[in-house]
């Protein structure tokens, strides 16, 4: 938490950067349960899928219908498998470690150099 710039009598409403922040922590939180209802729903249809699939699979008297079931399938579990890979991370989720590399990167570069300075 930011330490405030200014003291604030009691009883006022806090900065609005805490009220932004917090703003955003809600966003995110919503974002997060509704991915996580999507996962879960995908999830449950892809072993659905799959248990058509192989219950076709097992069919002996494998038909031009039964193939073309096994392929529209297929493509359902491809579909559903894509979904569940996505949004696995966000760019938003990868902003903060980015500048960490960033910041730290540079600061072991400038080190570096000063070190390289001193011995050379």
């Not at 009220?19 to 966003?27: A, K, T, W």
């Not at 297929?74 to 579909?79: A, D, P, R």
């Not at 996505?86 to 730290?104: D, G, N």
């Amino acid at each position: 938490m930011k330490p405030s710039k200014q003291s604030q009598p009691p009883g006022e409403t806090p900065e609005p950067d805490f009220e932004q922040e917090l703003e955003e922590v809600e966003r995110s939180l919503v974002s997060l349960k509704e991915r996580y209802d999507q996962v879960q729903r995908d999830r449950q249809q892809q072993a659905q899928w799959q248990q058509r699939r192989d219950q076709l699979k097992h069919n002996k008297s494998q038909t031009p219908q039964i193939k073309a079931d096994l392929r529209q399938i297929q493509q359902q579990l491809e579909m559903l498998e894509q979904n569940l890979e996505s949004q696995l991370f966000s760019w938003r989720s990868l902003k903060k470690p980015f500048w960490q590399v960033v910041r730290f990167g540079g600061m072991g570069v400038i080190i570096g150099w000063i070190l390289k300075s001193y011995a050379g």
